[in-house]
């Protein structure tokens, strides 16, 4: 997804562009969920790639375990100390909310940024979701009235890792178009 201050500029920076189970206005509860599972081994992380993959069996049991822990090395880097965390800026966990809004979202002006969107605009969803509900998803096409949308069934908020087929072909038959 193209950033905030990116979608601010006014020069195209992209042809077509993806969103993956993300819209402007994500669903609190499923925030804090995944935002709480992400904190709680932000520090420590995981000593072996088979540690990573038993904690993400334990917090999603309906989803099936991952045999091949190379793939899931990809979400993770290596620290200095040996030790895997996950594969994203630590800062975006401690951002503090805003004094006015109480978040760390400023809504309007990512809603106003998505609605400059011109390129043509892909919104894969998982329908298992709790980040991203029908409400949101609506908001979205209203806001990108030329959007696609794929909602995948069997998938949560990792779509690609619980339905890669379904996400893969949704992606490839959209860029195809192009």
Known sequence: ??????????????????FVDVVPRMEQAGVERIGGFMREHMEKGFETLEDAAAVIAAYTPE?????????????????????????????????????????VVHFERILAAVRRIT????????????????????EFLEAVPHAKFVDVSDAGHMVAGDRNDVFSDAVIAFLAER
């Open 1 to 18: 997804m193209l950033a905030v201050g990116e979608a601010d500029r006014q020069e195209e920076v992209a042809s077509a562009t993806v």
């Open 63 to 103: 989803r099936k375990r991952a045999v091949n822990l190379e793939s899931l090395a990809k979400n993770l880097r290596r620290s200095h100390d040996g030790r895997w965390r996950w594969h994203w800026d630590p800062a975006f966990m401690t951002m503090r909310p805003d004094a006015d809004s109480g978040s």
């Open 119 to 138: 390129v043509p605009t892909l919104l894969v969803r998982g329908r298992m979701s709790d980040m991203v509900s029908p409400e949101g998803v609506a």
